[in-house]
């Protein structure tokens, strides 16, 4: 068992969020402890991760040390985004969270949850689909890892507006969330043993019951007013933080 009280955070994108919203993300990760007794980081933290064997991006770097101090004082879960999914053992080995770059499945007291970040899942049209193939292939990361890392990461920061999620527009992020609830609608009846899904990706906070005692939840996005949520074995809320708190 993780434990009694998850605190879920998702899609802060750092990199191309305003400095401000990492700021209070790392007062609400020194804070998180007081929230629950575990830490769920379900996807796109970051705009943009890359684990190389012997560098640290250095837009990170803050928030993985205190992801680590949060580590020691309770357990954390990642599930890698379509943005940060490449996390190698870096995330598991250096930090000493438990990292998974598609799903983790985990008891919170006694009922099952599985948390996915999304992407991929309920796409409509071809070019998502196709574009997540080719980010998702192993081939992909494999020739990114050759490039200098300078190089690599300059190269991004000019194709990931045109590849990432950061035009969606209302009512295409709408659509996505209804599909999203879909699915999980779809694994609480072909996984009964689950009784909790975790999503993000729409940038849409929602919690809603599914079925007999099942339930969906995204806590929402953090760049957008600092969304969270908290879940325990009986049911789940939706919260904003505080930063000046």
Do not use: K
Not at 5 to 19: E, I, N, R, T
Not at 115 to 132: I, K, M, N, Q
Not at 159 to 172: N, Q
């Amino acid at each position: 068992m993780l434990g009694h009280q998850l605190v879920v955070v998702s899609d802060a994108h750092l990199g191309v969020a305003p400095p401000v919203v990492e700021a209070a993300l790392l007062a609400f990760l020194e804070a998180v402890p007081t929230l629950g007794d575990c830490l769920l980081v379900n996807g796109d933290l970051f705009d943009f991760w890359f684990s190389y064997s012997r560098v640290i991006p250095r837009r990170g770097f803050h928030v993985a040390a205190a992801l680590a101090r949060v580590r020691r004082r309770i357990p954390v879960l990642m599930v890698g985004g379509n943005h940060d999914r490449w996390g190698g053992d870096f995330w598991e080995r250096d930090i000493g969270l438990r990292f998974h770059p598609y799903r983790l499945t985990f008891d919170i007291g006694d009922r099952r949850a599985a948390a996915v970040h999304g992407d991929g899942l309920t796409e409509p049209h071809r070019r998502a689909r196709l574009l997540h193939r080719v980010i998702n292939h192993p081939a992909t990361a494999a020739i990114y890892r050759w490039l200098h890392p300078e190089l690599g990461l300059r190269l991004v920061d000019l194709l990931s507006p045109r590849l990432g999620d950061h035009t969606e527009d209302d009512a295409r992020l709408d659509t996505a969330s209804r599909r999203q609830r879909s699915w999980a609608e779809r694994l609480l009846q072909t996984e009964p043993e689950v009784g909790l899904v975790i999503m993000g990706h729409t940038h849409r906070a929602q919690l809603s019951g599914v079925g007999a005692g099942g339930q969906y939840l995204n806590p929402g996005a953090w760049f957008d007013r600092y969304r969270y949520a908290v879940a325990t074995e009986s049911g789940a809320e939706l919260r904003t933080f505080e930063a000046g708190g």
